[in-house]
């Protein structure tokens, strides 16, 4: 089975150009492609984890990627998916998100000898004259059929300023820049991305009278068509800073039953033939394939030892509950505290357990928090120092999210 033939057999390709073209170039490591990366965070998250797997396996078959950084594109905000415009950040911080994201690539892809690039479009985006961009790439794009796209069509009812309606004249004049710079032939990217691409295709058809082609990937969503990737206290990040070894994986852990497979499937570098046989498992020996999901990502980005731990963790809670060692944690300070102790809902706010303190006392009301194993019934419950005593009190959200918070 070629490369191509397991995307297929993965569920990972929605739409290509030319599927016979693609088929052969990355069957035979003939393929040098690029997906596009808008550093609008200073870490890669969940989102980003498919398209680094795509590149991940295409690289291991002989094709050269090249993960391009939107220095550039970054500037503007893609308004694929989005019902609102996206928050303008400045150079400074599109600078330091490039940076976190170079040294998060570094750890998943092979960058060594040549064997991948990477590149930020500011290089070539940042310079160009409006009026040479007009005269050399406006001409080339029809109004009509850009309206047309997904990605603004459901935005027009909203308003889409002009700003991002340049964004696929930006990515598509990405795609021509790469082709000359480095002989890229490929885009490949998310299935919400396959206007911009054929701009970018036809771009480099219409100037330099070349074949390249592009491909799409499924987007990760969950069995009830929601993207995957997001909690109640918001993303799932790759950074271990932002989201800990721990509630990684335990993110994959707890996802739904009808879910598993999907994403051993999609995200895994599992043989096709074990992931069948984990797909023939029912009731509760479903626990089995997630703890192997689970494991096996927190493995891919955090390593082999932390991937253990949070394992080991997770087991000891949801076993014996004796075992906090690896268990995500919050130190207090003094200054946490006021006379009569700390809120129940500035503890859940302090620990990152919840996005907004309406949602806390939805999740108390509703008796989804407690601290110590004793249920917390009052949105007003505080805390006294002498909770403490034993150094830390474990605070468990719903039925599956535990934090331990320490008394410095």
């Known amino acids: 089975m070629g490369v191509y033939e397991e995307l297929i057999a993965r569920g990972l390709i929605a739409q290509v150009t030319d599927e016979e073209e693609i088929r052969e170039l990355v069957n035979t ?9 808008d550093p609008t965070a200073d870490s890669l998250h969940v989102g980003h984890f498919m398209a680094l797997c795509l ?11 090249i993960a391009l950084l939107g220095g550039g594109t970054g500037m503007i905000g893609d308004p694929s998916g989005r019902t609102d415009m996206r928050q303008m950040l400045t150079k400074e911080q599109i600078q330091h998100n490039v940076e976190c994201f170079k040294k998060q690539m570094s750890r998943f892809i092979d960058f060594s000898d040549g064997k991948a690039l990477m590149v930020d479009n500011a290089e070539w985006l940042l310079d160009l004259n409006y009026v040479e961009l007009l005269r050399e790439v406006g001409a080339c794009f029809s109004v009509n059929r850009m309206l047309a796209a997904e990605c603004y069509k459901q935005r027009m009812e909203r308003g889409l300023s002009f700003l991002e309606f340049n964004y696929m004249i930006m990515q598509s004049y990405d795609f021509y820049a790469l082709y000359q710079r480095y002989g890229c032939n490929m885009q490949f990217g998310g299935d919400d991305q396959w206007s911009n691409m054929l701009g970018g295709t036809e771009l480099i058809r219409r100037k330099l009278g070349k074949d390249a082609y592009a491909m799409t990937i499924n987007l990760l969503l969950n069995s009830e068509g929601k993207k995957m990737g997001k909690t109640q206290s918001g993303a799932v990040w790759l950074d271990a800073e932002k989201t800990s070894p721990y509630d990684f994986y335990q993110y994959w852990r707890n996802i739904d039953d009808a879910d598993v497979v999907k994403c051993l499937k999609m995200l895994t570098f599992l043989p096709l033939e074990e992931i069948e046989k984990l797909a023939q498992l029912e009731g509760s020996e479903i626990n089995k394939a997630k703890e192997i999901l689970a494991h096996e990502l ?37 200054a946490d505290f006021g006379e009569d102790g700390i809120g129940v809902l500035d503890l859940l706010s302090k620990c990152g357990l919840i996005p907004s303190k309406k949602e806390g006392r939805r999740l108390i009301e509703q008796g989804g928090v407690s601290v110590d194993d004793e249920k917390v019934t009052e949105v007003t419950a505080r805390l006294t120092k002498d909770a403490f005593e034993k150094g830390f009190v474990v605070i468990k959200k719903g039925k599956k999210v535990f934090h331990k918070a320490i008394l410095k």
């Open 55 to 65: 590149m991940k396996r295409l690289q291991m078959a002989g094709n050269k990627p």
């Open 29 to 37: 490591g003939k393929a040098v492609f690029y997906i596009g990366f």
């Open 298 to 334: 927190t493995e891919m980005i955090h390593g082999k030892d932390e991937a253990d731990k949070a394992q080991e963790a997770a087991r000891a809670l949801f076993g014996s509950k004796q075992n906090t060692d690896n268990m995500p944690s919050t130190e207090l300070e003094d």
